[in-house]
């Protein structure tokens, strides 16, 4: 198995230097929120994959990943991961991500080695698949998530990206097809068919009455009779003089001028009173705050309301405490306030059809207008050939989206229904009434040609549309194939996945709620439904009948399930602070599991800031590494509390570069760290009741601790002869000791006061102080460390029935 054996930090997220030796061991990580914990996570997850998840996805748009990766105060070229990485039968291999060159990986050892090992590799593979790392965001994300979002991440997992993108793309090309070209081709056809009646006389409606109609008008020509319309209409007509009619003389051409003119005085009106709510309903909507957040929120209520009372006086989301009557009418507030900016989006949604509508009906009546003006009128159909360009143009702009910002006060016969057009238009009928009328015959033979033109093209439109629909069929059928295909395949996997989710949700409650537990796991249309059992009560989605508890504790089981069954090169998995929520009678079993079967597969490095729940995880004996952090200060980064050496290593780290902020930030958690420990174990009265704001001070605690090591030697009695095994102080030792706690005390305020004013920079000698002055403040702080705690045997004086340290007895207090 593969796993990290050490890791050094510099310069990523909240740490600013950080290094600790893994070995093979499975780690958890304990300290209080902000702390840095989770920039160990990241880091490593940085290291394996050059990315950082929780600077991606979802609310993350715009995030600088150089910026944010690397540590506020440096730049990304500075920023790096170093780890080495152990196989078993296989070399070590150390490598370095730098946060400048995400993409770019640095073998540091074994030296000349050109590219990493075939197992290293994979393991990075699967890392980027996102499932070596599990965090809070993405345990709830995932347990409730839709079902095409969570079918995502498993399709990722088994690295189907592919095979699912290519559903997805036969899907959106059946769906596209379906919505967009057959509607289009059967509005097509069915203005096709429009046309074609329009050349008879009121009644004739029907394929067969207008085959009747050109028989008659052959028949006054003495033509045979056609048996269909796919007859040529003017075939055998013996005509005494060649037909040339002017198109202005068509009573189709008539009907045409007058439609379009009617528009001009109807639909230009209708049109401009559209637009105006249009822009009156998008202003407002655009001045409502997080509109699309409101409306995503809506869902959300009305599960809420749904299950309300199964909670009582709990947020059925956040499990926070309401009174019942005031939660409800928050919840119904919340309601109202989504339903009424729903309603007016869907207000502002068919006002954009009415208004494409009426566009669609003026640009269509002009393109029927411009075919029968044919070549006769060129400059006429110049100008109506603009006027559809720049009306399907002002269309486009319209529809960027629903909230597209929009012109105010526009006046719409400046965009179309143009006035240079509409003085054509009646030119043109003025010229029409004044042309001669046709003879009968002359007109007859004009109809049936211009019908047998406007059939021609019915029958054209009607081919396309078979067609279209014939594909769409075949679509169909594709995608019908592709989801069972991709259903049988994924079908075993799936069962593989909630055998063993059932497995370890059950090891993780082992009561009523999971005696006899089952699922619902498997691949849909869309994705994937997971549905889990509650109680006896059937299976439902999990956030509407399930605590948050077993919530978290259902993401974990599903997490490691997943990544047991379809996770094959995982080697190390990251579980940053996934425990919040879950109670605790089930921290125990919890512990057990992932020190059981989980870590026999995995090496885990695991966060917490309960520590409880790391006392747990302890007791297994399976997490024996610790590493653990006390405030973390964006000067210095977190602070390890478990190593006694290493904070006084960073410190000359620092006054070695001459970086006197950080040294001097390390320099105040120390002493911090360490007072906190020596008041611990002396006993030492802290002033809490002085504290307005119960912010305990570095002065006050270092004060404690010396003067309560003082009071106790100085009124203790030399011990000369004891039962205990520990070698004893004589009184010079005391004198000794009291003597370096004088001098300790007199320069405490002078040292506290230069230590804030290099951490803070506020005062202007600051920024001319060095790393090599900085050596006084850290000697100081550096010799009461010593007096408070005994390198030789590595433990605190204490204060107990002796004043002791685990290898020598002071006084007897």
Same mark, same amino acid.
């Given at each position: ?71 506020? /105060? ?24 730098? @946060?400048? /060159? ?8 074994? %030296? ?20 070596? #790392? ?28 592919? @095979? ?6 036969? +899907?959106?090309? !059946? ?38 109609? @050109? ?26 003089? !060649? ?12 009907? *045409? ?39 995503? %929120? ?10 309300? $009372? ?47 509508? *009426? ?65 054509? #238009? ?6 029409? !009434?004044? +042309? ?79 005696? $006899?537990?089952?699922? #619902? ?42 990544? $047991? ?75 390890? @509390? ?8 960073? #410190? ?60 106790? *030697? ?7 002869? %004891? ?84 290898? %020598? ?5």
């Amino acid at each position: 198995m593969l796993h990290i054996r050490k890791i050094e930090i510099k310069n990523i997220r909240g740490i600013t230097h950080w290094e600790e030796e893994f070995e093979n061991e499975n780690v958890r990580i304990l300290g209080p929120n902000g702390s840095g914990k989770s920039s160990v996570i990241q880091s490593v997850e940085f290291v394996l994959t050059g990315d950082i998840s929780r600077l991606r996805g979802s609310g993350t748009q715009g995030i600088p990943f150089p910026e944010y990766a690397s540590h506020m /105060e440096s730049e990304p070229y500075d920023a790096w991961v170093e780890a080495t990485f152990a196989h078993e039968g296989e070399q070590d291999v150390a490598v370095k991500r730098v @946060v400048s /060159e995400p993409t770019d990986l640095e073998v540091i050892e074994p %030296t000349g080695l050109n590219k990493i090992p075939d197992w290293l590799d994979d393991q990075m593979a699967a890392a980027e698949l996102g499932h070596s #790392i599990l965090d809070r965001d993405r345990l709830l994300r995932f347990v409730t998530a839709p079902e095409g979002k969570r079918g995502d991440r498993i399709d990722e997992l088994f690295g189907l990206e592919d @095979v699912d993108e290519k559903r997805k793309s036969v +899907k959106h090309a !059946e769906r596209k097809h379906r919505k967009e070209e057959i509607e289009a081709l059967k509005k097509e056809k069915s203005q096709a068919d429009q046309r074609f009646f329009d050349l008879f006389e009121q009644g004739v409606s029907t394929r067969s009455g207008a085959l009747e109609r @050109v028989n008659e008008l052959r028949a006054e020509h003495g033509a045979k009779k056609r048996e269909s319309l796919d007859e040529d209409f003017t075939e055998g007509i013996d005509l005494d003089v !060649e037909i040339s009619v002017d198109p202005l003389q068509s009573e189709a051409t008539v009907s *045409l001028l007058k439609q379009v003119s009617d528009q001009f005085e109807g639909r230009q009106n209708q049109l401009q009173g559209k637009y105006d709510q249009l822009q009156e309903l998008t202003s407002e909507l655009q001045a409502a705050e997080h509109l699309e957040r409101e409306l995503e %929120t809506l869902e959300l209520v009305d599960n809420g309301l749904s299950v309300f $009372d199964h909670y009582n006086d709990q947020c059925p989301l956040c499990l926070t405490d309401w009174e019942d009557e005031r939660l409800l009418e928050r919840l119904e507030e919340r309601r109202e306030q989504a339903t009424g900016l729903k309603d007016r989006k869907e207000n502002l949604e068919s006002l954009y059809d009415e208004v494409n509508e *009426l566009v669609v009906g003026y640009t269509d009546s002009l393109g029927s207008l411009k075919d029968e003006l044919q070549e006769e009128y060129p400059e006429v159909e110049d100008k109506i050939s603009e006027e559809i360009e720049r009306a399907q143009s002002w269309k486009s702009q319209l529809n960027k989206g629903p909230l597209t910002n929009l012109v105010e006060g526009i006046d719409v016969q400046d965009a179309i229904f143009t006035g240079a057009l509409e003085d054509e #238009i009646h030119r043109l009928a003025n010229i029409a !009434e004044e +042309k001669p009328e046709l003879k009968s015959t002359t007109k007859n033979v004009d109809l049936l040609a211009r019908a047998d033109d406007r059939y021609d093209d019915l029958v054209i439109r009607e081919r396309e549309l078979e067609e279209a629909e014939g594909v769409q069929e075949v679509l169909g059928s594709i995608k019908q194939h592709f989801l069972d295909a991709r259903s049988r395949v994924l079908t075993d996997a799936f069962g593989d996945i909630r055998e063993k989710f059932e497995k370890y949700y059950e090891e993780m409650h082992q009561d009523d709620e999971a005696k $006899d537990f089952s699922a #619902i796991l498997e691949p849909t249309d869309t994705g994937v439904k997971f549905e889990p059992e509650f109680y006896d009560q059937g299976h439902h989605h999990p956030s509407a009948v399930h605590s948050e508890g077993h919530r978290d504790s259902m993401g974990l089981a599903l997490f490691l399930a997943m990544s $047991d069954v379809g996770g094959e090169a995982i080697d190390i998995l990251l579980l940053d602070d996934v425990m919040m929520s879950i109670d605790s009678g089930h921290r125990s079993n919890i512990a057990n599991l992932l020190a059981g079967d989980i870590s026999n597969r995995y090496q885990i490095l695991l966060t917490t800031h309960d520590k409880t729940w790391d006392r747990h995880l302890q007791l297994t004996k399976e997490f024996d590494k610790q590493v653990r952090f006390s405030k973390c200060s964006l000067e210095g980064g977190p602070l390890p @509390v478990e190593s006694i050496s290493e904070p006084w290593e960073r #410190i000359e780290y620092f006054i070695e570069r001459d970086d006197v902020t950080s040294a001097a930030a390390w320099i105040r958690k120390t002493v911090e760290w360490y007072s906190r420990r020596a008041c611990a174990a002396l006993k030492a009265d802290v002033p809490y009741h002085e504290l307005e704001d119960e912010d305990l001070k570095i002065g006050r605690l270092f004060t404690a601790a010396i003067t309560q090591y003082q009071s106790l *030697l100085d009124n203790g009695t030399v011990v000369n002869q %004891t039962d205990y095994s520990q070698s004893m102080y004589d009184q010079e030792q005391i004198d000794d000791d009291l003597e370096a706690l004088e001098e300790l005390k007199q320069d405490l305020e002078r040292h506290l006061n230069l230590l804030h004013r290099n951490v803070h920079h506020n005062d202007a000698e600051a920024a001319f102080y060095t790393g090599e002055e900085l050596k006084s403040e850290r000697d100081v702080f550096r010799r009461a460390y010593d007096l408070l705690y005994c390198d030789d045997c590595g433990s605190w004086v204490k204060n107990r029935d002796y004043v002791y340290c685990d290898c %020598t007895i002071r006084v007897d207090p």
